[in-house]
């Protein structure tokens, strides 16, 4: 006779077995491997242990200006450290503040690649506009002494960001996890795990580094930490099963079969450069390509001849005998030639990436390579490169200006001008990034709250762009950001756009002297280079799903697309006409509500006439060590619960997707099958198969319901995503 447990085992297995096959539907595979101490840190009794520190790359030492202090703790019962900041004012050569510290690990302890150092971080509001990382490592048997010497480990660190972005409770969003008041101010709780990069060594030690923000002064700010750890995988655990995918690409459906414009969708797209065609995993499931190496900056190898006479006595970086550029068309050409596909151009304009000589520009009238006293200037840490040259903001427009033009046209017309020709016809580009990650990294957070209606204090302000605009804030239209975007309506110009450009040629103050020099127009037409569909013009940068970065681009897109309709070269489309999400996502519990806040905020302004569309332009995803099943690295085989809530997460995602599927010109996955980015996870595993993440995205509402285990690690994400849309598009 069953007794009642057997017979609950009972079902489950028969359940279990009757959809072992169907990716839609799972029961909790269990716990798994969970994580165990082992070795805790007892900051009450040994505390006296841990001293001062230089940082792990040595250019901050120990300085009285900074504590670090035993306190009970406020919140809650036990012990905390204390972290009091302080700028250094003898640091002449920084523009940044913090310190080390450092406690012993007694005995030595090896540790490998599961090896975690986990603590609590309490923070106040203020802390993300003050800080940006700790900085975890350590040394090896016997490394006091090298480290004493100056040695470092290098590559034995892990960083961990504290930015407004990576803090629950300092957002928009109201996701609030506080832990109570202290000094009259509210205080949140983080848990902070941070992966160990190396593996086969005894440590001794342990270090933690505090950053303060690039050219944030911090006095007296105050953080805590407690419970401070190192752990690893239980070996004695039971382990998840590995996830088997069973059918290859081609076995499924094609993503492209739903997600396309005629079916009232977006375009799906996908990174590769592997050959295209119908039988190939990327032409079969994608409509749209983008080769992210083939056209950045970079590929404006040497500087124009007309530069190097401008300045004959100054010597460019790398500008050896060769071509001014390295377009590579094949991969276009081949992917033309395979059938009615479409490309995107990733990216014109970019702070990495960009040529050396072009990194040596900056602005004629700058003072410093930091930031100046109105918060408007940067360079240093975008890598603008020594020795600079300063050069006049007319000079530095015909620099861009004969850039955009030139990569443009290479592919979009026929003309030997820029080394395309009749025989190998127009390469059809559908969009292009214009401008790619010009906001900075952390500012927006802090220079929000002070106005939330400001953008231009918030850029990154690299050099060799913001020499276009030097130091004239008169008019926005001078701005670079409006220029860079202007230059690429004129290069693939629509009708109106030719017109106006003739009609207005001989006014230097609506087409300047700089835009005539290089002979880019026939006797003031640009006729010839007129285009029916010209390219989706894109502003694309990373982190939009933080509120106050999001903001900002609202602010900076609603003013300029606002002001280019006063233009006189006003062609009858927006400025920007689209904004790239970067999608480089790691797994989280308020991952999709974040997205669906970003989204619908454009939304509005897309249903104002002041932007055109939105589209997630890299989307892979992370599966973090907090995530159910714990962390992994793409490519490697996923055990049933890591597929199963990185499926979750993207059938969220394209919930999203589906619901303002009105407004989204397309989506792209950061790469074809395997890995993504920084070891992400896409929809097909490496052997070519469909992953549970490929049919999530298929159908999320079926794969969300047959996965309701999960609902409680997602709690309320899918209620809150699945109502209707009724904005204006929709209706």
């Not at 190998?424 to 939330?452: A, C, M, T, Y």
């Not at 087409?511 to 003031?524: A, E, S």
Request: contains cysteine; proline residues 6%.
């Amino acid at each position: 006779m069953l007794t009642p447990l057997m017979q609950l085992q009972l079902q489950k297995f028969a359940a279990g077995f009757m959809h072992k096959n169907d990716p839609y539907i799972q029961d909790d595979p269990g716990a798994g491997l969970q994580r165990k101490t082992v070795y805790e840190f007892d900051i009450k009794n040994n505390f006296d242990k841990w001293k001062p520190w230089r940082t792990n790359d040595g250019r901050i030492l120990p300085s009285s200006y900074n504590s670090f202090n035993l306190i009970e703790n406020p919140f809650g019962f036990g012990n905390l450290i204390l972290l009091t900041t302080f700028f250094d004012p003898d640091s002449t050569k920084r523009s940044f503040g913090g310190f080390g510290m450092r406690a012993p690990i007694e005995p030595a302890l090896p540790v490998n690649f599961e090896t975690y150092v986990e603590f609590d971080f309490y923070y106040s509001k203020d802390a993300a506009d003050q800080y940006m990382r700790f900085e975890v490592w350590s040394t090896s048997s016997g490394g006091e002494g090298a480290q004493a010497n100056g040695g470092s480990s290098g590559t034995n660190r892990t960083p961990i960001y504290i930015r407004t972005q990576e803090l629950e409770g300092v957002n928009t969003y109201n996701i609030h996890f506080r832990c109570g008041y202290y000094k009259e101010e509210t205080w949140y709780k983080k848990t902070i795990s941070a992966a160990i990069p190396v593996t086969g060594e005894n440590w001794e030690f342990l270090n933690i580094d505090l950053h303060t923000e690039t050219d944030t002064k911090v006095n007296g700010g105050l953080l805590m930490i407690g419970n401070i750890r190192i752990t690893e995988k239980d070996p004695n655990g039971v382990p998840i099963p590995d996830v088997i995918n069973e059918k290859l690409f081609s076995d499924v459906p094609p993503l492209k079969g739903k997600y396309n414009p005629d079916n009232g969708y977006f375009l799906i797209g996908t990174d590769g450069a592997e050959t295209i065609n119908p039988e190939t995993i990327g032409g079969y499931h994608f409509d749209l390509f983008v080769s992210h190496r083939n056209l950045k900056p970079e590929k404006h190898l040497r500087p124009p001849q007309w530069l190097k006479d401008e300045y004959p006595d100054f010597v460019f970086k790398y500008d050896s005998e060769g071509p001014e550029w390295d377009l590579p068309t094949d991969y276009y050409l081949n992917i033309r030639a395979a059938g009615n596909y479409k490309l995107h151009g990733h990216c014109l304009a970019w702070h990495n990436q960009s040529p050396q000589w072009m990194n040596q520009i900056i602005p004629e009238n700058i003072t410093s390579i930091q930031w100046n006293s109105n918060g408007l200037f940067y360079s240093n840490g975008h890598f603008a490169s020594k020795p600079f040259v300063k050069v006049k903001k007319e000079t530095a427009r015909r620099i861009h200006f004969n850039h955009i033009i030139y990569e443009m046209r290479h592919f979009m017309t026929c003309d030997t001008r820029y080394n395309s020709s009749k025989e190998r016809g127009i390469i059809p580009f559908h969009s292009f990034d214009v401008v790619n990650s010009e906001i900075h990294e952390s500012r927006h957070s802090f220079l929000f709250q002070k106005n939330p209606n400001e953008w231009k204090t918030s850029l990154k302000h690299v050099s060799w762009l913001m020499a276009m605009t030097d130091n004239d804030y008169s008019d926005i239209r001078q701005h670079y950001i409006y220029l860079l975007f202007k230059y690429a309506h004129i290069a693939v110009p629509n009708a109106e756009m030719a017109k106006k450009y003739k009609e207005n040629f001989i006014n230097p103050d609506i087409i300047p002297g700089y835009m005539k020099l290089d002979n880019h127009d026939n006797n003031g037409s640009i006729d010839e280079y007129i285009n029916e569909e010209p390219p989706v013009l894109i502003y694309n940068d990373y982190e939009v799903i933080s509120y106050s970065k999001a903001k900002v681009i609202y602010n900076m897109i609603k003013e300029l697309n606002a002001v280019w309709k006063t233009d006189p070269l006003y062609d009858g489309r927006n400025l920007i006409e689209c904004i790239g999400i970067q999608g480089h996502e790691t797994v989280s519990p308020v991952l999709a509500t974040y997205n669906h806040q970003a989204v619908s905020l454009f939304a509005e302004l897309i249903d104002e006439e002041l932007l055109d569309s939105i589209c997630f332009s890299e989307i892979d995803m992370r599966q973090p060590y907090s995530a159910p099943g714990g962390r992994a690295l793409a490519p490697a085989i996923l055990n049933q619960k890591q597929a199963d809530v990185i499926g979750y997460q993207y059938a969220l995602l394209f919930k999203i997707f589906e619901k303002y599927r009105k407004y989204i010109d397309h989506v792209i996955l950061w790469n074809q099958y395997g890995a993504g980015w920084q070891n992400s996870y896409v929809l097909f595993d490496h052997e070519k198969k469909a992953s549970k993440a490929y049919y999530a995205a298929m159908d999320p509402d079926k794969y969300i319901q047959g996965h309701s285990y999960l609902e409680c690690y997602f709690s309320g994400e899918y209620e809150k995503i699945k109502t209707p849309c009724y904005t204006k598009r929709q209706q």
